[in-house]
Nanobody, 119 residues
């Protein structure tokens, strides 16, 4: 089976920075895309950032200019650099991956990690 191992989140003051990482391991696969969603209690899960195997990126409007997603294909790992954090960034962040064995595509999710930003 495939596992997505997320780094720990953290507690950071508004204006500060935090970096998240997510590594995919397990069965033989290729990565179509990886990224993060986030969710607060009582809200819908929303896409934060994503990156394809070809390097194309997509960001939520609320994080454009502040967050940067990157990848290390050799390590099957993606990184989310979060700068200029705001209290509204507080949420549980879930890594996701769209993986394929060359025949079928599956979606996988990490356990989620709490990011808290305080004023």
């Amino acid at each position: 089976q495939v596992q997505l191992v997320e780094s720990r989140g953290g507690l950071v003051q508004a204006g500060g920075s935090l970096r998240l990482s997510c590594a995919a391991s397990g069965s033989t696969f290729s990565i179509n895309a990886m990224g993060w969603y986030r969710q607060e209690p009582g809200t819908q899960r929303e896409l934060v950032a994503a990156i394809t195997s070809g390097g194309s990126t997509n960001y939520a409007d609320s994080v454009k200019g502040r967050f940067t997603i990157s990848r290390d294909n050799a390590k099957n790992t993606v990184y989310l650099q979060m700068n200029s954090l705001k209290p509204e960034d507080t949420a549980v962040y879930y890594c996701y991956a769209d993986l394929t064995d060359g025949i079928v595509v599956w979606d996988y999710w990490g356990q989620g990690t709490q990011v808290t930003v305080f004023s």
